[in-house]
């Protein structure tokens, strides 16, 4: 029977997540928009890094971090009184990490695609550095914004090694929608499976839909 928790979970855990790395992403944006130094490239670097890298070993990782034996898991266990591990605390951890790329990338190409004219405009008419950056930078970059607050959410509501590997598959805690879908399968209930991955399909079908719709409306204006 189908459960709407794994869904109602996995759009919380994707909006948290698209809140804290949106907060989280822009100044460390801003600092990698900036000229190309070996210190940058470094931590771009490590920005990418989960692009590329099985989710699994980013949960087997967090996994080994957060163990209640070892010291960040006693110290956390301690001051809260409750583990990281497999609870909804490690999911969005782990799930911060996984999308960072999603995120910082997209803000990083739009601040750099600002002409530098309109930047040293600015700086001209006597503007300091934050009011160039929230007047004139952010607002010139919110087709990038979007993209990235769009991309972030869409992937953190699919993820599933991470989420698997950190949180574990525990019903109303960590039982994310793709959970759920490969918990269905290895019990051999294919009618349920199917209805979360054809929910799984529309919502991603939407998302695109919508960065199309954006794209192209940003076109059309900005042909007039």
């Known amino acids: 029977m189908m459960d709407w928790s794994p869904l109602i979970l996995s759009l919380s855990l ?10 989280l992403s822009l100044p460390i944006a801003i600092w990698l928009s900036r000229k190309n130094s070996f210190g940058r490239s470094i931590v771009d670097a490590i920005v990418t890094l989960p692009m590329v890298l099985p989710p699994t070993v980013i949960g087997y990782y967090l996994l080994v971090a957060f163990n209640p034996e070892k010291n960040l898991g006693k110290w956390y266990e301690k001051i809260f009184h409750s583990q990281i591990s497999f609870s909804f605390t490690g999911i969005l951890i782990g799930s911060i990490i996984y999308s960072l790329p999603f995120m910082v990338r997209p803000l990083k190409v739009g601040l ?8 040293d405009a600015s700086y001209t008419l006597g503007k ?3 009011e160039t950056l929230w007047k004139i930078k952010i607002p010139n970059c919110k087709n990038a914004i979007l993209t990235g607050i769009i991309f972030t959410f869409a ?9 698997l590997m950190i949180g574990g598959n525990i019903p109303n805690k960590t039982q994310t929608a793709s959970i759920a879908l490969y918990n269905s399968v ?3 209930d294919y009618k349920t499976a199917n209805t979360y991955a054809i929910i799984m399909i529309l919502f991603s079908f939407v998302t695109i839909i919508t960065l199309n719709i954006f794209s192209n409306y940003k076109k059309i204006k ?3």
């Open 186 to 188: 290895e019990i051999f």
């Open 222 to 224: 900005t042909s007039f």
């Open 14 to 23: 994707a909006a948290s997540t698209t809140i804290i790395l949106f907060i």
């Open 155 to 163: 992937h953190t509501i699919g993820e599933f090694g991470v989420v």
């Open 128 to 130: 300091s550095y934050w």
């Open 112 to 119: 750099q695609n600002i002409p530098k004219n309109i930047v």
